[in-house]
């Protein structure tokens, strides 16, 4: 490996690390070497050979390359204006979208969230691994699983597995607002 090389892998090494909220002696354990071989490399010394970079990435559940490359450069934060975003509507709901993730195992929509009447919106249930998790800023509505629905009011926030059909219903003559994040575990 060139020198140019540790750099970044006794950088990534330490962040994965604290990421995954390891102590040097644990991860030594699962990557099966001894501590003093990892804090070399941590440090940026050594000469680790491949098998041993595979180990270290197995462990910490991560690619070779999130281990060797250099990290991605700072990015500028993304504003979406209010009022932006690709807009949603259903019978009472309208929705923009303001951000979206996804990774090897999880993925992210995270929705600006408004209740427009007093009608139900029905949503019939989204694949295995998928829940809302909606935090209100004004308003009140019943929230949840059809059958298994919570009243929550302005400040509050509830989470549900939304694989089952489940609804969103304002109580009241307030509008409701809030924030929607949608997570989606991948099988």
Do not use: C
Request: hydrophobic residues 40%; without cysteine.
């Amino acid at each position: 490996m060139s020198e140019i090389g540790k750099v970044p892998l006794a950088a990534n090494l330490r962040r994965l690390r604290r990421q995954n909220d390891l102590s040097v002696v644990e991860l030594a354990r699962r990557a099966e070497m001894s501590r003093a071989t990892l804090t070399q490399i941590e440090a940026g010394g050594g000469n680790p050979t491949l098998d041993t970079l595979y180990a270290l990435a197995t462990a910490l559940d991560a690619g070779l390359a999130d281990l060797i490359t250099e990290p991605d450069a700072v990015v500028p934060p993304r504003v979406v204006p209010r009022g932006e975003g690709t807009r949603v509507a259903g019978e009472a709901v309208e929705a923009w979208l303001l951000h979206t993730t996804a990774g090897r195992a999880t993925s992210t929509e995270i929705y600006d969230f408004r209740l427009h009447n007093a009608v139900a919106q029905h949503s019939t249930g989204h694949p295995r691994g998928t829940h809302e998790h909606l935090h209100l800023y004004s308003g009140r509505i019943l929230v949840g699983p059809v059958g298994a629905t919570v009243e929550i009011g302005a400040g509050d926030f509830a989470t549900f597995d939304a694989g089952r059909d489940h609804l969103y219903q304002r109580v009241g003559k307030q509008q409701v607002r809030g924030l929607l994040v949608i997570t989606r575990n991948q099988p």
